[in-house]
């Protein structure tokens, strides 16, 4: 944070002694006979350095929330850089070599600054959408991964029953816990229903495990019990699969 911050510091110096040669050199030197041409052309460089300066900015506070350079800011770099190329190759060729008309040379540096703007907002808006649906598809698959490390836990648990049929118990819980392993991680907003009766059929499951291994002998339905629960289980996963493709 601190190293963000120094860099933070550096750019915003060198952007303000960026800005004030570029405003005693309008002024020393001139650029124009247009006083118009000329308060134009001082504005739309300033406005492009300023836009160079606050995507240095953006781009130190976003680098650290992603493992690698984005190609969306990546895209934006090369978009600011094209908006102060066409800035400063409209100042050189409307305002000192054409002399264009000052309206119309102010209306074309303000059509190209509203462009950019524009293009710049749509790469944002992609950008954003695409960070939202990354999330939601990470949640969605945090939950199967939740299960498998549930199944496992409890895959674990019957293993250390102090009991001849721990084996059997074992199969059961394994058995169920490979139908998950082959289902599709990525899930959907519309199976949260599905998805919270799976969790609690789980944690049923979790609780009967903990009960036998806490009994000197097991009830003698427990494995009939046992298939009951993970059929159950296997049933709504099987439902849960159905509709996600169904919603795809």
Known sequence: ????????????VIYVAVLAVTVFSFFM???SESLVRFIVTLLAVCIAETAVYGYCVFWLRSA?????????????A??????????????????????????WYAGVQLVVLVTA???LEA???????AASQE?????ASRNLRRYRQELREIRELAGSWKHPESIRLTELVGSLEERFQYSDPVSNP????TEDMISQQISLLHDHVALLLVLKEPPGGWEAETQELTDSIAGTLQRRNRELAAVK
């Open 1 to 12: 944070m601190n190293k963000q911050r120094s860099y933070t510091g550096l750019i915003t």
């Open 29 to 31: 030197l001139g650029f």
């Open 64 to 76: 650290p929330d992603v493992s690698r350079t984005s190609p969306l800011l990546l895209s934006g």
């Open 78 to 103: 090369w978009i600011i850089a094209l908006y102060v190329f066409v800035v400063i190759a409209l100042a050189v060729l409307l305002d000192w070599i054409l002399e264009l008309s000052p309206l």
């Open 117 to 119: 703007v524009v293009v």
């Open 123 to 129: 790469i944002g808006l992609y950008g954003r959408n």
């Open 135 to 139: 999330q939601r598809d990470a949640n």
């Open 190 to 193: 519309e199976l949260a229903a």
